[in-house]
């Protein structure tokens, strides 16, 4: 397999389409999962993840062949959807505190993915860019401080608000669902 995608990546640097249809229908399910973990809208999210591939195509000749060529195009996903989310003003780090409810979450294994992609979609932008970077893509604070440009410090508050903020939204959703049985 890892051959075959070497193999591949040097036909799409060498412009064979064929090639780069192949290597775009491997991957673009779920770099379109990564740009919809940003952005709510499927249709905004669909463009970002073409613009993405184009960068990807385009950029192809300096892929090294250094850890994993998904984990490369999906670093390019989340650079192109913090770009247009940046372009957009869309990105609110602001320190806004929020009221929070200390009571106890239930269990997530009865929750589909849909309503936890529900969830994190509610929260303010700033809020979600960061607990993506955190809990989905595995950056480290500094690391998103500097894609950001924002503090260590302010990535940290931001993670923190953005998990109680989903704690909160997801026990007030078991209470809706629980009302309606």
């Known amino acids: 397999m890892h051959n075959q995608e070497k193999s591949l990546i040097k036909k ?23 740009c919809r973990q940003y ?19 385009t950029n192809l000749h300096r892929f090294k062949h250094e850890g994993s060529f998904e984990g490369w ?51 303010p932008e700033g809020y979600k860019m960061v607990f993506n970077l955190f809990a989905i893509e595995g950056f480290k604070h500094s690391e998103i401080a500097v894609q950001l440009g924002i503090s260590v410090s302010t990535s940290k508050s931001q993670l923190f608000k953005a998990r109680k903020l989903l704690q909160q939204n997801y026990i007030k959703m078991n209470k809706v669902i629980n009302e309606d049985k």
């Open 12 to 34: 799409a640097v060498n412009n064979n389409r064929e090639a780069q249809q192949q290597l775009f229908e491997q991957h673009s399910p779920k770099m379109l999962g990564v």
């Open 39 to 57: 952005v709510k809208d499927l249709h905004h999210a669909e463009d970002l993840m073409l613009q993405g591939f184009l960068k990807v195509f």
């Open 73 to 123: 195009i999906r670093r390019i996903m989340v650079n192109t959807c913090i770009s247009y989310l940046r372009k957009k003003n869309r990105i609110d780090l602001s320190d806004e505190d929020y009221v929070f409810n200390d009571a106890a979450t239930e269990s997530l294994e009865n929750t589909s993915v849909e309503d936890i992609q529900k969830l994190i979609d509610q929260l």
